[in-house]
């Protein structure tokens, strides 16, 4: 059974796994149908699970509608978060971006498509560089208000955005953030850079998207099967199983090998292991991945498997993360106390 935390500093109870939506519907012309999506749904909350996520732009609002009728009768047992920004008519300037009418029209047509009087957590899916963030975090707030939306979260935006906003609601009395969502793997993890120690500063939760680099870590290219052999004629995903990238997910095949576990509960545990505020969002078309997926959650790598697979796929900090932390100039800001042990301040 999964554990719970909190998420952010909140006191939202949620499942250490969060079960990603976007493969449930076939309006996109691919993913799960509406009986099986039911059957995964089902398996999650058997495994515990209690925090789905959801947008309203998956499969043009059909995932939503598939989650609104496997809730009913349960639904004040599930945390769930939707999102809102992306457009539901091209044609309408005004249905999209992070604008006021924009998102109070998505609300109620989410709310509608859930079948439900609330959501538990309203996602600023993108960042939209048109609309100020102080109009969306005041916005925000007023559906709090409302009682429309518990609790809120900013995905795929700067680092700056989240905390100037998060500043400006704290000394207004408005409603602050509590997490972000961003794509967070071992293959992908520029979010190191400034929005994971932002997240962490502000004590937001940080859910990860992706957790499994559109399956390239869960060994669907390097154990041999038909997805291997999609790979070797040239046709399988789109730019992710690099040379680089495979080398990477045959590290991580030894050593879910070493313990007798998937690939995929390497990649999930290893996200789930870089702190507390982790979560990582696992997606799943069949029964089979999501039981997988949850089979993560007991799963210790050790300390020596992570300073393998961190030291893998270390990032350069880039500037000014690198430039600081360069002896000659931690030298000039600290004197004589530069490279001594220095007890730090609690946050």
């Given at each position: 059974?999964?554990?719970y ?28 149908d ?8 089902d ?13 309203d ?82 916005a ?54 400034d ?17 499994l ?52 509960q ?82």
């Amino acid at each position: 059974m999964l554990n719970y935390k909190l998420l952010g500093r909140s006191g939202l109870r949620v499942s250490e796994i969060c079960l990603g939506t976007m493969s449930f519907g076939q309006d996109w012309g691919f993913g799960a149908d509406e009986a099986t999506s039911r059957e995964v749904l089902d398996a999650y909350r058997e495994g515990g699970g209690n925090f789905l996520d959801t947008a309203d732009k998956y499969h043009n609002g059909q995932t939503e509608e598939y989650v609104g009728r496997w809730m009913q009768g349960h639904r004040d047992s599930m945390v769930v978060a939707t999102k809102y920004t992306l457009s539901m008519d091209h044609a309408d300037p005004n249905a999209s971006g992070n604008h006021r009418k924009n998102m109070m029209q998505s609300v109620e047509a989410s709310l509608r498509r859930l079948n439900t009087d609330y959501i538990d957590l309203l996602w600023v899916h993108a960042y939209d560089d048109d609309t100020p963030f102080e109009e969306t975090i005041r916005a925000l707030d007023d559906l709090v208000r409302q009682g429309k939306v518990h609790y809120i979260g900013m995905s795929d935006c700067p680092a700056w955005i989240v905390s100037a906003s998060n500043v400006m609601a704290e000394l207004r009395g408005w409603t602050q953030f509590i997490g972000i969502q961003v794509e967070y793997s071992l293959l992908q993890r520029d979010a190191e850079r400034d929005l994971i120690p932002m997240a962490q500063h502000f004590d937001l939760g940080v859910t990860a998207w992706a957790p499994l680099a559109g399956g390239v870590l869960s060994g669907k290219y390097t154990r041999g099967g038909e997805n291997d052999s999609l790979r070797k004629s040239g046709n399988a995903s789109k730019g992710r199983d690099s040379e680089e990238s495979l080398r990477v997910a045959r590290i991580v095949d030894k050593i879910a090998d070493a313990h007798g576990v998937s690939s995929a509960q390497v990649a999930v545990a290893w996200v789930l292991q870089q702190g507390y505020g982790f979560f990582p969002i696992v997606g799943a078309r069949k029964v089979s991945q999501i039981k997988d997926s949850l089979a993560a959650s007991p799963l210790r790598l050790t300390e020596a498997n992570l300073k393998e697979l961190n030291e893998l796929t270390a990032i350069e900090p880039g500037f000014p993360h690198d430039f600081l932390a360069s002896d000659h100039v931690q030298e000039m800001v600290k004197g004589e106390i530069a490279g001594k042990r220095i007890k730090r301040r609690s946050r």
